[in-house]
């Protein structure tokens, strides 16, 4: 704590040394590692959008024709799903606003403390931001998104009246905790959570963009050669 505010100063990766660092897959903590994707709270209009994800991630896995946004189209992955990937992330505090820096194709995000959400606010990929500190944890509220993304790696989808609460409380100096909660009525029958750790690291941020030419060589180089039968 720094004159009454947490400190979240640092670069933070998955905790690989722990078993809450990348062993989340859902945001469901009834079903963390998604070995029942299925079975999320979803209501039908979700369910029926379920019924034809093709992830590269999860126990829905496949490289066959994926229709993963991110995979497919280079699309951001969206809040909150980008902290499903193992790359880094950085805060950066100011008394108006803390900016959170995205390893992983290169986003950022401005959460603003100083305001209210606007009436009306234009869809978008990572959402209208707003936070606040209560204590040692500091808390996001997000809303207006698109629907053109997807919550976690096994592919639950999310309508634009999705409401994204993220918490994060530094455990000790080096472990940040973040806490996702998830509401959507038009897309689950109620909200729901779950919790993942990061790890302070030393490891500089590198460029870590989502390309065409290099998602066509990694389908070409690994996809292809997974997905091809062997010759009799």
């Given amino acids: ?9 640092g670069t933070w990766d998955a905790d690989f040394k722990g078993a809450e660092g990348t062993r989340v897959n859902t945001w469901d903590s009834s079903d963390p590692f998604a070995k029942h994707p ?48 193992p790359w880094e992330m950085k805060f950066i505090q100011t008394p108006k606003a803390v900016y959170i820096l995205y390893e992983y194709t290169k986003v950022w995000r401005e959460i603003d403390l100083d305001r209210e959400h606007p009436k009306d606010p234009d869809n978008s990929w990572m959402g209208d931001s707003i936070g606040k500190y209560e204590g040692d ?19 639950h989808p999310h309508s634009e009246a999705l409401h994204v609460i993220e918490r994060f409380r530094r ?53 292809d050669k997974t997905q091809t039968p062997p010759g009799k």
């Fill in 1 to 9: 704590m720094a004159g009454g505010i947490p400190d979240l100063s």
């Fill in 38 to 85: 299925e079975q999320a709270p979803m209501t039908p209009w979700a369910a029926e959008k379920f019924k034809d994800v093709r992830p590269p991630f999860g126990a829905l896995q496949t490289f066959d024709n994926t229709n993963d946004p991110v995979q497919r189209f280079c699309d951001p992955p969206g809040v909150p799903r980008i902290y499903m990937y």
């Fill in 171 to 223: 455990l000790d100096h080096d472990r940040l905790e973040l806490s996702v909660t998830i509401d959507d009525p038009k897309a689950y029958t109620k909200n729901f959570s779950n919790t993942k750790v990061l790890r302070l690291t030393t490891a500089p941020m590198g460029e870590t963009l989502c390309a065409y030419s290099e998602m066509k060589e990694f389908q070409e180089k690994v996809v």
């Fill in 137 to 155: 944890t500091f808390i996001i509220d997000t809303i207006g998104f698109n629907d053109k993304t997807w919550l976690d790696q096994t592919g």
